[in-house]
C-alpha cells in the first residue's frame, strides 16, 4: 500500500509561481512513474506530467516550458515546480504513482490562480 500526500498549493497571481510537494509513505525507488495530474472545477481530470522510475519526463503540451517535474528518491518526494501561472492551471492537483501494476492517488491540493 501506498499513500500520498500533496502539498503546497495555494492562491498566486496570473505570472506567479508555486511548488507543490508529493510525499510516499514508503520509498519511491521501486516505483514505475509517478504524475501529476489536475482537475478544473466542471472539468476532467487531465494529465499534467509524469515522471519515470529512469527519470524520463513528459508533460502536456499546456504546460511544457512552465513547468517542471522532479522526484527526490532520498526525501520519497515527488515534486512539481510550476512558473509562469495562468488562471487556466486554477484546479485540484493529484499526484499519482504506479507501483507494481497498482495505481495510487493522493487527496489533491488546490491551486488558484487570479487574474
Known amino acids: 500500500q501506498v499513500q500520498l500526500v500533496e502539498s503546497g498549493g495555494g492562491l498566486v497571481q496570473t505570472g506567479g509561481s508555486l511548488r507543490l510537494s508529493c510525499a510516499a509513505s514508503?520509498?519511491?525507488?521501486?516505483?514505475?512513474?509517478m504524475d501529476w495530474y489536475r482537475q478544473a472545477p466542471g472539468k476532467q481530470r487531465e494529465f499534467i506530467a509524469r515522471?519515470?522510475?529512469?527519470?524520463?519526463?513528459n508533460y502536456a503540451d499546456s504546460v511544457k516550458g512552465r513547468f517542471t517535474i522532479s522526484r527526490d528518491n532520498a526525501k520519497n518526494t515527488m515534486y512539481l515546480r510550476m512558473n509562469s501561472l495562468k488562471p487556466e492551471d486554477t484546479g485540484v492537483y493529484y499526484c499519482?504513482?504506479?507501483?507494481?501494476?497498482?495505481?495510487?492517488w493522493g487527496q489533491g491540493t488546490q491551486v488558484t490562480v487570479s487574474s
Open positions: 499519482g504513482a504506479l507501483k507494481v501494476g497498482s495505481y495510487y
Open positions: 514508503g520509498s519511491i525507488f521501486g516505483m514505475n512513474a
Open positions: 515522471i519515470s522510475g529512469g527519470g524520463s519526463t
